[in-house]
């Protein structure tokens, strides 16, 4: 293959070249005005993580419906680069299952603020801190995107997964974490949250 010469001039490139370069201009919205770009986006992303990490132990081959509202409703002020580091965060601290969960994603993306914004969110009525959005929910139900049993399930599959984890795997004390829900009846405190690791087709914890 012969080699193309430098241009003359101390190897700069001339004006005209510039100029016709020039001729088309791609301008791409920002990922904020893009969401709809999102599911297919993420999943390559999967698949790129995948691709270029080969060793890791098992695979994620799908986003819960939950996991994928709340990328749509976050900002991205960081845009596709974000989302990247998000996702691949992610994937990295997965440790088990075939789903990316709610529950998987950073705080601030599940909140739908960015790290700098404030993390105060909204009171429940109980008085105690909310654990969703408000405002996204929202702009779910304007959206034609709200899924109230899929979003329902997830809180509920995630707070069961890490009630359990920091009850060391057991359903009593797990129980007793989960507050009036999760506690069951007096004489077997635990049968609730079993009752909803088989609702769930979760395993218990040995």
């Given at each position: 293959m012969r080699a193309c010469p430098l241009p003359s001039g101390g190897g700069e490139f001339g004006g005209d070249l510039y100029q016709r370069l020039a001729i088309v201009r791609?301008?791409?919205p920002p990922l904020r005005q893009r969401l709809d770009d999102?599911?297919?986006?993420?999943?390559?992303?999967?698949?790129?993580f995948y691709h270029e990490e080969p060793a890791t132990p098992h695979r994620v081959v799908r986003l819960t419906s939950a996991a994928l509202?709340?990328?749509?409703?976050?900002?991205?002020?960081?845009?596709?680069?974000?989302l990247r580091n998000v996702m691949f965060q992610a994937l990295i601290t997965k440790r088990a299952?075939?789903?990316?969960?709610?529950?998987?994603?950073?705080?601030?993306?599940?909140?739908?603020?960015?790290?700098?914004a404030d993390h105060s969110g909204p009171a429940s009525a109980s008085g105690t801190p909310g654990v969703f959005d408000r405002a996204a929910l929202g702009r779910m139900i304007d959206g034609g995107r709200m899924n109230l049993r899929a979003i329902r399930d997830e809180l509920e599959r995630a707070a069961l997964e890490l009630a359990l984890e920091r009850a060391g795997g057991s359903p009593a004390r797990a129980a007793r974490l989960l507050g009036e829900v999760g506690r069951g009846n007096s004489s077997d405190p635990g049968g609730t949250v079993r009752a909803m690791l088989r609702r769930h087709g979760l395993k218990q914890r040995r």
């Open positions: 791609i301008e791409l999102i599911p297919e986006m993420a999943a390559h992303l999967i698949g790129r509202a709340a990328l749509q409703h976050y900002p991205w002020p960081g845009n596709v680069r974000e299952g075939d789903e990316l969960l709610l529950s998987d994603l950073p705080e601030h993306v599940v909140r739908g603020t960015p790290h700098d």
